[in-house]
């Protein structure tokens, strides 16, 4: 983690306006500045940083940020939880402690055969926690994830979803446990999926992070197992080319939100990342070349996880194959033959 810290602030300096990042150069999950420091205190076993850090986010309702930090912390704390349990241990009803600790439990019960069950079991504690923390959506955010996990019926789901908004009418997070359910419950419901992203993201303002829903429900989409397979991204099924038009405009809006930030931007990296995947999915491949360019050194595990236990090399790959196809295509370069053309299925 140290290492990554030290890497991100040289890489920072080197890509403000990136134009080809090296490949030793690109970070995977790479922390900000903010969550950095914090993740380096942890590993030290020290929760003070983290708990300033959540108590900053809770205090100036910065739900976006507060809802991606405590996602990493928690990620952390399921390989190194020494720091959590002493703090939780020393300031036990603290919301912000309480927030990592329901949301670990949630990370802890997912992989297992028995999720539903378990996560049946939790869904009380985790709802209560949430009840308790009064305008914070972030909490909700928890227990709208364990309610999908528990499979949780659809009057139970609006419940939680109904403060969940009473609180944030616009929170990504929220929203993007909402369209994760819609689609769990309901494979296959693309137009569904599409409807709520794209109403969400119609009446939300203009620089609020859900109005890239409809990009995330586009990735529902084209990687559905009704609609696509781990080895063909080129949208073939009549599912897809129904909503092509839709997924496009998806895609669009997605591109303005991402020219409304700077290049190499960490907090814009997930976006970006999402964006580019979508967009090679969609076959537009030059797009897809301008994201891949504006991460700058800043790669994301999601989506690029997907499809491999490799999500670095994976992006990799697909931004080496498209610099070399714009290179095929640049004035005076010689046209490769057929059997070097790529296929719609190699990214």
Do not use: K
Not at 138 to 167: K, M, N, S
Not at 180 to 201: K, R
Not at 284 to 305: H, I, K, N
């Amino acid at each position: 983690m140290l290492r990554a810290f030290l890497r991100t602030t040289a890489a920072r300096a080197r890509s403000r306006t990136p134009r080809s990042v090296p490949d030793d150069d690109v970070l995977l999950d790479a922390p900000d500045d903010r969550l950095a420091p914090a993740l380096v205190a942890a590993a030290r076993g020290d929760y003070a940083p983290a708990a300033g850090l959540l108590s900053t986010t809770r205090e100036h309702a910065e739900w976006e940020h507060r809802d991606r930090y405590a996602t990493r912390l928690a990620a952390f704390a399921r390989s190194r939880a020494e720091w959590l349990d002493t703090w939780r241990a020393t300031a036990p009803d603290d919301p912000d402690a309480l927030l990592i600790a329901a949301r670990l439990a949630v990370h802890r019960r997912w992989d297992s055969p028995a999720r539903a069950e378990l996560l049946r079991q939790l869904v009380p504690a985790v709802v209560g926690a949430a009840e308790i923390s009064g305008p914070d959506p972030v909490p909700w955010r928890t227990a709208l994830d364990a309610a999908r996990g528990a499979r949780a019926g659809h009057a139970e789901f609006e419940r939680l979803w109904a403060q969940a908004v009473r609180r944030s009418a616009h929170h990504y997070g929220c929203h993007v446990a909402a369209l994760q359910y819609l689609a769990a419950s309901s494979p296959g419901a693309h137009g569904e999926c599409l409807d709520f992203a794209e109403t969400a993201a119609q009446d939300a303002p203009e620089d609020a992070l859900v109005r890239a829903l409809p990009l995330r429900a586009a990735f529902t989409c084209l990687t559905s197992t009704s609609t696509a397979t781990a080895t063909s991204t080129a949208p073939t099924t009549a599912a897809v080319r129904t909503y092509r038009r839709r997924l496009d405009a998806a895609a669009d809006r997605a591109i303005a939100l991402s020219a409304a930030h700077p290049a190499a931007d960490p907090w814009t990296a997930e976006l970006r990342n999402l964006l580019a995947y979508v967009l090679l999915r969609l076959g537009r491949r030059q797009d897809a070349a301008e994201q891949l360019r504006l991460t700058g050194p800043y790669v994301t595990s999601f989506p690029w996880e997907r499809d491999t236990d490799d999500p670095l090399g994976h992006f990799l790959q697909a931004r080496a194959d498209v610099r070399a196809e714009a290179r095929a295509r640049a004035p005076g370069h010689p046209p490769r033959g057929r059997a070097e053309r790529s296929a719609p299925g190699d990214h």
